[in-house]
């Protein structure tokens, strides 16, 4: 049984960090690409962050140089650790995680997270 458990959200002041946590179970984690992605109220989910199977990593402008993104395969666990958090990083946070980069239109995600909360606020 496929399973992907986030962790690690809260409430943070501004300036504050965070590091979520994504552990997987249930399928070849090493060969996957692992994605967070990050939905506010009333807004559409966006990537911020992905890291492939061969450490290759991506950021979103509006997390780059505040955001880093982990693996540890021998753990079969991914990380975003999040520091100088804004308010407007709030957002319910996912994993997810894919095998597959489609020519001309990206990752295909196969496998979600439940998702946590990431409150920023003083």
């Known amino acids: 049984q496929v399973q992907l458990v986030e962790s690690g959200g809260g409430l943070v002041q501004p300036g504050g960090s965070l590091r979520l946590s994504c552990a997987a179970s249930?399928?070849?984690?090493?060969?996957?690409?692992i994605g967070w992605f990050r939905q506010a109220p009333g807004k559409e989910r966006e990537e911020v962050s992905r890291i492939s199977s061969d450490d290759n990593s991506y950021y979103a402008d509006s997390v780059k140089g505040r955001f880093t993104i982990s693996r540890d395969n021998a753990k079969n666990t991914g990380y975003l650790q999040m520091n100088s958090l804004k308010p407007e990083d709030t957002a319910v946070y996912y994993c997810?995680?894919?095998?597959?980069?489609?020519?001309?239109?990206?990752?295909?995600?196969?496998?979600w997270g439940q998702g946590t909360q990431v409150t920023v606020s003083s």
């Open positions: 997810a995680v894919s095998s597959r980069l489609v020519a001309g239109i990206g990752w295909q995600y196969d496998y």
């Open positions: 249930g399928f070849a984690f090493t060969s996957y690409a």
